[in-house]
């Protein structure tokens, strides 16, 4: 006599091995949220301590927006950082000679805050000369 599985045996092993995977799949995408999310502060505070340090110099913050931070790459940052999901977010930059504020969109969450025109919805991590805001 051959001792086979019964349907319902067959059935409950796949649904283990299909509630396992989902909960896998879930668990990494929260895991590459999280390290996306910390990529980003990160890199602004990069840009803010390249921002302190060219202000430290110059006695003044470079105005305007993220494209007029290039000024920085020649002395005070390698480059400047681009978001690590680029196809769907952008880093902000709103500057004035004594103030500025620079901004991301974090994946997992945060405060609603202003950089710079066409961030009023996107950003929810900013940074200023005294740090998070």
Known sequence: MKKTFTLIEILVVTTIIVLLTSAAAVSYSQFSKSS???????????????????????????????????????TYIQSLPTDPKSTSYKYYYSGTANDYTIGSYLESGGTSCVA???????????LGPYGQQ
């Open 116 to 126: 710079a025109p066409g961030c009023t919805v996107n950003c929810n991590y900013c």
């Open 36 to 74: 996306r999310d910390a990529r980003r502060k990160i890199d602004l505070e990069q840009v803010r301590a390249a921002l302190e340090m060219y202000r430290s110099n110059n006695n003044t913050y470079p105005v305007g927006n993220w494209s007029n931070l290039s000024v920085l790459t020649t």
